[in-house]
């Protein structure tokens, strides 16, 4: 068993930031990747940004400049810092973990979901 545990969103006005985390823990041998995905009220989930144990990060385009993906191995917790938030960054955001159990089997869990809201 793995679990996701996201910090929480809330609401925050436009030009604002926030901060989101997720630690992992359970029976992880592994983690190659950690990611934050966001799905918007009547849209499909889409990736925002990842990063990889060695650190190489990839990003939305809708996001570049704005929000920056961190993580620290050693905890097992990814980071989100958004900011100049704007209200289209509306959305329920979901922590992402992919690697390898302690049963050597395939790792890809999913956290709750926090909902963050941008507006005045």
């Known amino acids: 068993q793995v679990q996701l545990v996201e910090s929480r969103g809330g609401l925050v006005q436009p030009g604002g930031s926030l901060r989101l985390s997720c630690a992992a823990s359970?029976?992880?041998?592994?983690?190659?990747?950690m990611g934050w995905y966001r799905q918007a009220p009547g849209k499909q989930r889409e990736l925002v940004a990842a990063?990889?144990?060695?650190?190489?990060?990839n990003y939305a385009d809708s996001v570049k400049g704005r929000f920056t993906i961190s993580r620290d191995n050693a905890k097992n917790t990814v980071y989100l810092q958004m900011n100049s938030l704007k209200p289209e960054d509306t959305a329920v955001y979901y922590c992402?973990?992919?690697?390898?159990?302690?049963?050597?089997?395939?790792?890809?869990?999913w956290g709750q979901g926090t909902l963050v809201t941008v507006s005045s």
């Open positions: 990063i990889t144990s060695g650190g190489s990060t």
């Open positions: 992402n973990v992919r690697g390898v159990t302690v049963s050597l089997g395939g790792l890809d869990a």
């Open positions: 359970g029976s992880i041998f592994s983690i190659n990747r």
